[in-house]
């Protein structure tokens, strides 16, 4: 059996290293400015991805050396917290459900400084397009992450016929290819998807990006450390008592939230 690890590694290399060379050359700064001037501001980034692109709001909300006003908006909360039937999560209708978002947002206690980042590989399902709408319309900055290559090449399935990167201020490209997969194992068979690992990359150059610029006159930007090193649990949660119940990793009932009564 053929070793097929250089081969992945031949395409998942170049794509990252196209990815820091469009970091280096200012690429990412217009992401890195928004999000940093929300966490200023007093706000917290909303970060929302679904299905695989779960992961990447993971690696943008509440894991060590991340930012600490951070919050992941999920799916699931809707069956947790909200009116939705938990049977909707085993499949795709809840991912394609345009009609959700307003109920999604409405657990979340999200204030005017919060900015939205959202990753979607193909930026064209209903829940992803109509989040980034609701949240355009109440006046809040969007940071897409997606795959140009994919998202160009399918029909939109939101009722306004855009995609994310079409509703986006800031659009950030994956570099993943159509389908995700890069190996070709015969008979149509291919594996090797990238999209989780240059998403991992593109979160962590702007968490890197954004707590230098945080850093800059001098002030300590608010990042994790690891609940797993002496004083992780403390320094942890003295920074996140400034946030309240907005940085929460999981919804609760009963929220404080300006989004149900239209005080955006």
Request: proline share 6%; glycine share 12%; aromatic share 4%.
């Amino acid at each position: 059996m053929p070793e097929r690890t250089p081969g992945f590694l031949d395409e998942v290399g170049p794509r990252l290293q196209s990815i820091a060379d469009e970091a280096a050359a200012g690429g990412l700064d217009r992401a890195i400015e928004l999000m940093a001037d929300c966490i200023a501001a007093g706000g917290v980034v909303q970060a929302f991805g679904t299905g695989h692109s779960q992961a990447f709001a993971m690696e943008i909300a509440g894991r060590a050396g991340g930012l600490i006003p951070t919050n992941a908006i999920r799916l699931v909360d809707l069956a947790l917290n909200g009116t939705r039937d938990a049977d909707a999560l085993s499949g795709s209708e809840m991912e394609r459900d345009p009609g959700l978002a307003d109920d999604l947002l409405g657990l979340y206690p999200v204030r005017p400084d919060d900015v939205f980042i959202i990753a979607s590989n193909s930026g064209v399902n209903g829940s992803i397009v109509g989040t980034a709408l609701a949240a355009k319309a109440a006046g809040h900055s969007v940071i897409a992450v997606t795959s140009m290559q994919h998202t160009m090449a399918v029909t939109p399935k939101h009722p306004s016929g855009k995609r994310l990167s079409d509703v986006a201020d800031v659009v950030i490209d994956n570099r993943a290819p159509f389908g995700d997969t890069t190996i070709e194992l015969g008979s149509g068979v291919k594996v090797g998807a990238v999209s989780s690992i240059t998403a991992a990359f593109i979160a962590q150059l702007l968490t890197i990006g954004v707590a230098a610029r945080l850093g800059t006159d001098g002030t300590v930007p608010p990042v994790y450390i690891s609940a797993n090193i002496p004083g992780g649990d403390e320094h942890n949660s003295t920074l996140e008592a400034a946030y309240g119940n907005r940085i929460k990793r999981g919804a609760a009932p009963g929220l404080d939230n300006p989004w149900k009564v239209g005080q955006q």
